[in-house]
C-alpha cells in the first residue's frame, strides 16, 4: 500500500460511525421486569439480569434498584446483574417495621442467601455500603470483588459530633429531632425532592427521574424508611449498633485484600478528597477513579463513566 492508498483507508476507516454501547445511552426509563422472593414473609423485588458471575448492585436512601438503570448494562454482557430493592423500598414489601438497620439487613442478606450467590462482586452506596460490606464480612468466601462510591465508610464516619458534619450537621439535627423529622421527610417529602433532586447531584435531576424515584414513596406512611434510615447514622456514638459496625468496616477495609475499586468526585459528602487520600494510603489492592465535581448520588451524574469504569476492572480482575 502506497502513502495515497493509507491515506484514502485512513479517511474511510474515520468515517465510520461506531455503534454506541447501549451502557453509554443515559436514559430515564427503568427497562427491567422485576422478580420477587418472599424474605421473613415478605416480598422482595430484585433486578436480575445477563448470566455469568453475579455483580450486586446495592443502593441506599431515598433510592431504589432504579439508581442503577444505567449502569447495569455496562455488566450484563459479561455477568449477571441483580439490584434489589431494599425492604419498604422501591417495589419491595411495605410492612409495619421499624426499618432499623436490622431490619434492612435480615431482609437483604436473606435474599441474597436465597439466591446463592458465589463469586460475586458487589457494587455499593450510601446504606447499600453498610449493608454490602457487612455480608462481605460474614460470607468472605462468596465475595471477589468489591467497587464503591459514597457510602458508609472511614475516615469520616462514624461522626464525633453533629458539629464534625461541617454543613449537614444541623440538617441531621432536625431529621432526628421528634416532630421535626417526621414533617420534612415524611410530610413534605424533603429528602427525596431536595436531597436527592437538588442537593445531592451536580445536575438537578430531571421531572421524568424525579417523578420515577417519587413513585414509591406517594405518601407520608410509604416514606417511613427515609426517616428511618439518617436516624441511623453513627453520630456520637448513637446509634451503637451502627457505630460499631462502621468500626468493623474500616477493620475490614483496612485489611482485606479482596480487589477493590472506588469511584470518586470533588466535593462528595461522604467521600471527599481527603478521605480519598486517606484510602488510597490505607486500603489495601484499590484503585480509583475520579469522575469529576459531584456530591453523592454521583450515578444520576456520571452513569456512563461509571459504567465504563466498573466494565474495565471486572474484564481486569
Not at 447499600?128 to 468466601?141: C, R, S, T, Y
Not at 444541623?170 to 417529602?189: H, Q, S
Amino acid at each position: 500500500m502506497d502513502r495515497r492508498d493509507f491515506l484514502i483507508s485512513t479517511a474511510a476507516m474515520a468515517a465510520v460511525t461506531l455503534p454506541t454501547p447501549v451502557w453509554a445511552v443515559s436514559t430515564a426509563a427503568f427497562p427491567y421486569t422485576k422478580e420477587t422472593k418472599t424474605v421473613l414473609g415478605h416480598d422482595m423485588a430484585y433486578v436480575d439480569e445477563g448470566t455469568g458471575d453475579p455483580v450486586v448492585f446495592f443502593h441506599g436512601n431515598p433510592t431504589s434498584s432504579y439508581l442503577w438503570r444505567n449502569i447495569i448494562p455496562a455488566v450484563t454482557p459479561t455477568h449477571r446483574a441483580i439490584a434489589a430493592d431494599m425492604i419498604g423500598m422501591g417495589d419491595s414489601a411495605k410492612p409495619r417495621l421499624g426499618y432499623s438497620y436490622s431490619d434492612h439487613a435480615a431482609h437483604l442478606h436473606g435474599l441474597l442467601d436465597a439466591l446463592d450467590l458465589h463469586n460475586a462482586t458487589l457494587v455499593l452506596h450510601d446504606w447499600g455500603g453498610a449493608l454490602g460490606f457487612d455480608w462481605a464480612m460474614q460470607n468472605p468466601d462468596r465475595v471477589r470483588a468489591i467497587a464503591f462510591m459514597e457510602t458508609i465508610a472511614p475516615p469520616i464516619m462514624p461522626f464525633p459530633s453533629y458539629e464534625a458534619m461541617g454543613p449537614f450537621g444541623d440538617m441531621f439535627k432536625a431529621w432526628r429531632t421528634p416532630g421535626v423529622g417526621e414533617k420534612m421527610i415524611l410530610e413534605d417529602n424533603f429528602f427525596i425532592n431536595e436531597v436527592l433532586g437538588k442537593i445531592g447531584v451536580h445536575t438537578p435531576l430531571s421531572a421524568e427521574v424525579l417523578a420515577h424515584y417519587n413513585s414509591y414513596y406517594p405518601d407520608a406512611a410509604s416514606r417511613a424508611p427515609l426517616l428511618s434510615w439518617p436516624r441511623e447514622v453513627p453520630i456520637g456514638g448513637e446509634p451503637a449498633y451502627t457505630t460499631d459496625l462502621t468500626h468493623r468496616i474500616a477493620g475490614y477495609l483496612t485489611t482485606s485484600e479482596v480487589p477493590k475499586l472506588l469511584f470518586h468526585v470533588t466535593p462528595g459528602a461522604l467521600v471527599p478528597p481527603p478521605a480519598v487520600e486517606w484510602m488510597q494510603a490505607n486500603v489495601p489492592n484499590l484503585q480509583a477513579i475520579h469522575l469529576g465535581e459531584g456530591q453523592h448520588f454521583i450515578q444520576e451524574d456520571y452513569p456512563t463513566e461509571i459504567g465504563r469504569g466498573l466494565a474495565d476492572w471486572l474484564a481486569k480482575i
